[in-house]
T-cell receptor, first 114, second 111 residues
């Protein structure tokens, strides 16, 4: 069964450092997303990406965040200067088409900022 | 008002019990509705979509009431493996499949 894969599973970084979280979406999917979940809180939408550009982003997704699809398979989330409050589980997701189709989630990257 | 609101639980039930979860959403123009399941420190996984006519998948039944902006999930004959957090998820109007998650309702099924 195809799946979304994320690396690394756990990343520890110092405050102020840049981190890149990587994702390989399901191969025939066209829509890609990043969500985050702070420990004990709900899953929150960060950004959606289609046709090599951001299609929608939330208030959380400020100038410190960027996304990129550098090649045909990877989808990355970069946080330029991490803050303590960026510590969370980051989930990548992908889906085949826009409306009413299931979004498949990766297993997540746990980011710890110290 | 929160976009998607759920009772956080926990619901502690014995095996074999029937349990119901409720959810309300604030945007009346929301288009699609789902129940996801999340195990501890794992990714959300789709349990079922929710249709206006109601739908059933084995022991799970989902209902949608658009007039009341209310979604429900009924689990019959609970199993130990049903222990998880159940997330009510709504797709708002427009957007590119952006999903709005409720905070989840925790279910613990005990022997």
């Amino acid at each position: 069964e195809p799946e979304v894969t994320q690396t690394p599973s756990h990343q520890v970084t110092q405050m102020g450092q840049e981190v890149i979280l990587r994702c390989v979406p399901i191969s025939n999917h066209l829509y890609f997303y990043w969500y985050r979940q702070i420990l004990g809180q709900k899953v929150e939408f960060l950004v959606s990406f289609y046709n090599n550009e951001i299609s929608e982003k939330s208030e959380i997704f400020d100038d410190q965040f960027s996304v990129e699809r550098p090649d045909g398979s990877n989808f990355t989330l970069k946080i330029r200067s991490t803050k303590l409050e960026d510590s969370a589980m980051y989930f990548c997701a992908s889906s085949r088409a826009e409306a009413n189709t299931e979004a498949f989630f990766g297993q997540g990257t746990r980011l710890t900022v110290v | 008002r929160k976009e998607v609101e759920q009772d956080p639980g926990p619901f502690n039930v014995p095996e074999g019990a029937t349990v119901a979860f409720n959810c309300t959403y604030s945007n009346s123009a929301s288009q699609s509705f789902f129940w996801y399941r999340q195990d501890c420190r794992k990714e959300p996984k789709l349990l079922m979509s929710v249709y206006s006519s109601g739908n059933e998948d084995g022991r799970f039944t989902a209902q949608l009431n658009r007039a009341s902006q209310y979604i429900s999930l009924l689990i019959r004959d609970s199993k130990l493996s049903d222990s998880a957090t159940y997330l009510c998820v709504v797709k708002p109007p427009g957007g590119y499949n952006k999903l709005i998650f409720g905070a989840g309702t925790r279910l613990a099924v005990h022997p």
